[in-house]
């Protein structure tokens, strides 16, 4: 299972475990430990709250369903409208400064 989607999708919107518990709601101990490595196998129910908050979908999770294309404006637009929300200030600066250095 794609588990470590959740590090590199949280290291790139740039938020700490803790936030990324409070946010979705799940228990900062069960993030701990997905983290880890210490838990495999999470709940349906925990990946669909995580994958919310960092734009992704189950099918992410899943290591059979492979996406070699790069994501488009509207992949980007997407993950923006449904995490954007949640973004504080400095983070959105910091998005934006990505953007614009990318070519």
């Known amino acids: ?4 989607k959740i590090a590199e999708f949280k290291k790139k919107l740039g938020l700490t ?15 701990n430990k997905i983290l880890s490595g210490a838990t ?11 994958a919310g ?10 290591d059979s369903v492979i996406n070699k294309n790069e994501p488009t404006y509207d992949d980007v637009e997407t993950l923006i409208i449904k995490t954007g929300k949640n ?3 400095e983070q959105k600066l910091h998005l934006i400064q990505l ?3 990318t070519k």
Request: hydrophobic content about 40%.
């Open 53 to 62: 908050i960092l734009g992704l979908t189950l099918n992410d999770f899943d």
């Open 40 to 50: 495999k196998d999470p709940k349906l129910e925990t990946l669909k709250s995580i």
């Open 17 to 31: 475990n803790a936030e990324l518990a409070e946010r979705s709601g799940v228990p900062l101990g069960t993030i």
């Open 99 to 101: 953007l614009s250095e």
């Open 1 to 4: 299972m794609g588990l470590e």
């Open 87 to 89: 973004m504080s200030k």
